[in-house]
């Protein structure tokens, strides 16, 4: 047992669809979260400012004494995830191999289209991991660099949201592609939209959620799970942006209500 919470990081309120999926399935883990929305969003950054933003992050979750460190952002794992995972004891899990093993599990055709930030499909990750694990596979690749400041900026739903989506999964159309990752932690709030526009026969696979299986099973093997019932859980959300527009959007989409502390790198 270990009653030290789990450490999420982002560049802003994407990870909180990850989070969403941990609280289903583990309600007895507690939860600290670092958002960086003040500088996100990361997608069109260099790499070296990626690598440092999400070193900084990391070290601030250190200091909050978590058993394990969730990378709860494509971009993120994207760049820095192997250096980070070597270079600390702790179990640091990324988004990219779990969403990459699902798709392949999904995919009947062996066509599947990936979207991510602009670093995330620049870098080509989700191909490779992907055809590393089934050569065979073809994928599709393509950056929506205008998704995150939609969601960072809580317009999820109405028809700006819509006429963006459409306009960008344009290039989709007759691609033959039956499964489609999210390959950013943002994207699943856009998702009944991202659904609609590419039609109801092409699975869509949530990266951040499947991550969540192995979280539990790295619990598991380490024989870290947090005590059941035993204490009230206290999660801490932090953001380095206004905490009030993260606690609206984190609220609508937890359903619940929490504490945000606005904090300074
Ligand atoms: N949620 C981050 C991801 O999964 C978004 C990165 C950004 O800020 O561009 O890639």
Known sequence: MDNRPIGFLDSGVGGLTVVKELMRQLPHEEIVYIGDSARA????????????????????????????????????????????????????????????????????????????????????IYREKITNLAP??????????????LVESGE????????????????????????????CTHYPLLRPIIQHVVGKEVTLIDSGAECIRDVSVLLNYFEINHERGKFPLKHRFYTTASANQFQKIAEEWLGQAIQVEQVTL
């Open 156 to 183: 999820i739903k109405g028809s700006l949201s819509k006429k963006v989506v459409y306009e960008t999964l344009a290039p989709f159309s007759g691609s033959g592609i039956d499964t489609l990752v999210l390959g």
């Open 41 to 124: 969003p990361y997608g069109p950054r260099s790499r070296e400012q990626i690598r440092e933003f999400t070193w900084e992050l990391v070290q601030f979750l250190l200091k909050k004494e978590v058993k394990m460190i969730v990378f709860a952002c494509n971009t993120a794992t994207a760049v820095v995830w192997e250096e980070v995972k070597e270079a600390l004891e702790i179990p640091v899990l990324g988004v990219i191999l779990p969403g990459a093993s699902a798709a392949i599990q999904a995919t009947k055709n062996g066509r599947i289209g990936v979207i991510g930030t602009p670093m995330t499909i620049q870098s080509d």
């Open 136 to 149: 065979q596979m073809v994928v599709e690749s393509l950056s929506c660099p205008r998704f995150v400041p």
